[in-house]
């Protein structure tokens, strides 16, 4: 077998090589396909991602662009309400009855206090409970039951010191918020007419809460908005506050004063549940003093119950015995039936009208009227009553002010029982006259007696100046009321049922009354016992009315019980207002 040369072999691979039929291997270097196909579908994403961008922008920026803005103002902006200060109470004389003092609320945000590791340094969070009165275990178990909360109080109207000691232990999650609270320096002695405030700074009692608008005003509110340090970067608006009003009461504390330690005592030495004094300017129907025991201190929650806060002066009706005499009185003198020179027969203190009969303490025979008054006949009166047409003395019983609300705009006045009815007995009409069948308050009274002592003109009661229009108007001829006044003046000096309402120097007319506690069925064994008058007689200035319920022992007629207060309020009253004394006629 022979072999092929060498050579031949090496050209025969190298035109295979060269043969057409032969395809090229890619190299790593070269460009890659272009494929058609794949680059749409990659644009059409591309747009398609663009587009709803496009559209995204669109809704938010142009259909619904709020919910955006609300979103972020709820991240940025901040409201502060602008808490206006309440205004001041004073009296007449301009001292201070009623101001605002600055606290603080101490409050907790429980999610941010458990973020912050929540409630392991025990030591601390006892020593708030203990600065803020609050029970330890209590005050934990509040915090851990609101731990999604973002405010809870914890305590309200801490003073400054409190607050100070409660900053200085730094506990995250607790802060401090500026408030006020009322004080009341007159404390107990005007706490039943100037009332009191709830913890949100609204009235809840007496001229606190009749006035509370005007007291309040209006609170500000200031719109800012803050970046993530808290920082503020724009002041969005702002609404002023409109501070609330001062309230000057026609009131005079230096007579509230005195009138208040005369009803404390007389509580206290007869024993009585409670005492009432209200005294008013004769002239221009003023309240000067409105006092009642027992009274409460406004400064202090916890003695706040309400048989203590019960302003009696409008609030209790009774029936006043013989202190309506004197209107029955002038009423015969207004309609002619009787004159000063009237002599009734009131035989030996015993009148029978039907089945029930009328009795006088002491018998006093034929008197005048000065004489029926003087010693509080009930006879006399019953004769006066039974001689004139019921209506005149039912009219003039409403003349000068019995069975109307007072106009003072206090919550919680009655009206008391005025009776109306179309036909009564002989009886009736008797008891009325001395001043039983009817209930009325101490202010009404007040103001009956301040009416009188204005010779007949009607001035409407009023606790707070105001430029209205004169609402005064004549309701009895003066010259009946000065006759009158004339016969009141007997019953304070010697053989009169009131001596001990008699004050030195000074001319008073008054009249004491006894009348028994109605009970379901009849009367109880228990008596209010009070004493209404003016003075001074030659021309009267002040109208005061004083009230003792339930005193006890063997003393407890008007004149021993309630006359002695009279004349110790009275007498102050006469000198702080610098009142000079008249001539007593009657003095020895």
Not at 51 to 80: C, T, Y
Not at 188 to 197: C, D, N, R
Not at 225 to 234: S, W
Not at 484 to 498: I, K, N
């Amino acid at each position: 077998m022979t072999k092929k040369p060498a050579k031949d072999s090496a050209k025969s691979k190298s035109k295979s090589a060269d043969s057409p039929k032969s395809k090229p291997q890619a190299s790593a270097g070269d460009a890659p396909t272009f494929i058609r196909w794949r680059f749409y579908l990659i644009v059409f994403f591309v747009l398609l991602a663009f587009g709803l961008l496009v559209g995204r922008l669109a809704f938010i920026q142009i259909i619904e662009p709020d919910n955006l803005i609300r979103q972020g103002d709820m991240r940025s902006v901040r409201a502060k309400t602008l808490e206006s200060a309440r205004g001041i109470i004073s009296d007449r004389n301009g001292e201070a009855l009623a101001v605002s003092v600055p606290v603080e609320a101490v409050w907790a945000d429980p999610a941010t206090i458990y973020k912050k590791g929540g409630l392991v340094e025990k030591d601390r969070w006892y020593a708030l409970a203990d600065v803020l009165g609050l029970d330890r275990q209590e005050m934990m178990k509040k915090i851990a039951d609101n731990q999604t909360r973002r405010f809870i109080y914890l305590q309200r109207q801490v003073s400054p010191a409190m607050a100070k000691y409660i900053r200085e232990l730094k506990l995250s999650g607790v802060g401090l918020k500026s408030e006020s609270r009322r004080y009341y320096p007159a404390g107990e002695v005007s706490a039943h007419l100037i009332g009191v405030t709830g913890i949100d700074g609204h009235g809840l009692e007496g001229v606190e809460r009749s006035y509370d608008k005007w007291l309040t005003g209006e609170a500000g509110k200031s719109i800012i908005r803050k970046d993530r340090y808290g920082r503020v970067v724009e002041n969005i608006s702002l609404e002023e506050r409109e501070e609330g009003k001062p309230l000057k009461l026609t009131i005079d504390q230096r007579l509230q004063a005195i009138a208040f330690r005369a009803v404390k005592q007389a509580m206290a030495d007869y024993r009585a549940t409670s005492a009432s004094a209200v005294m008013l300017d004769v002239k221009t129907g003023a309240v000067l003093a409105m006092v009642n025991a027992p009274s409460y201190n406004p400064n202090n929650r916890a003695d706040w119950q309400s048989f203590k806060m019960r302003n009696r002066v409008i609030t209790d009706a009774f029936e006043p015995g013989s202190t309506v005499k004197p209107f029955v009185v002038l009423a015969a003198l207004a309609n002619g039936t009787a004159d000063e020179k009237t002599i009734i027969d009131t035989g030996d203190g015993v009148m029978r009208i039907g089945g029930s009969r009328v009795r006088d303490t002491s018998k006093v025979g034929k008197a005048t009227l000065q004489m029926i008054l003087k010693k509080s006949s009930n006879v006399g009166v019953t004769h006066l009553a039974l001689g004139m047409p019921l209506q005149d003395m039912l009219s003039m019983y409403n003349a000068v002010g019995l069975g109307e609300v007072s106009g003072l705009n206090l919550v919680g006045e009655t009206t008391g029982i005025f009776p109306n009815r179309r036909r009564w007995s002989q009886f009736e009409i008797a008891t009325l006259a001395f001043g039983y069948g009817l209930a009325i308050t101490p202010i009404q009274l007040a103001h009956a007696y301040a009416t009188l002592g204005n010779l007949g003109k009607y001035q409407p009661v009023h606790l707070i100046d105001s430029n209205d229009d004169d609402l005064s108007h004549q309701v009895v001829d003066a010259k009946y009321a000065r006759k009158v006044l004339d016969m009141l003046e007997t019953v304070t000096q010697p053989g009169g049922t009131a001596v001990k309402a008699a004050v030195p120097g000074y001319r008073i007319a008054a009249k004491s009354g006894t009348s028994r506690k109605a009970i379901a069925g009849g009367y109880s064994d228990e008596y209010f016992a009070y004493t209404a008058g003016v003075a001074p007689v030659s021309d009267p200035r002040i109208s005061l009315m004083v009230m003792v319920n339930e005193p006890q022992g063997d003393s407890y007629y008007g004149g021993a019980v309630a006359g002695p207060v009279f004349s110790e309020i009275m007498k102050g009253a006469l000198q702080i207002l610098n009142i000079a004394p008249d001539e007593n006629r009657f003095q020895n």
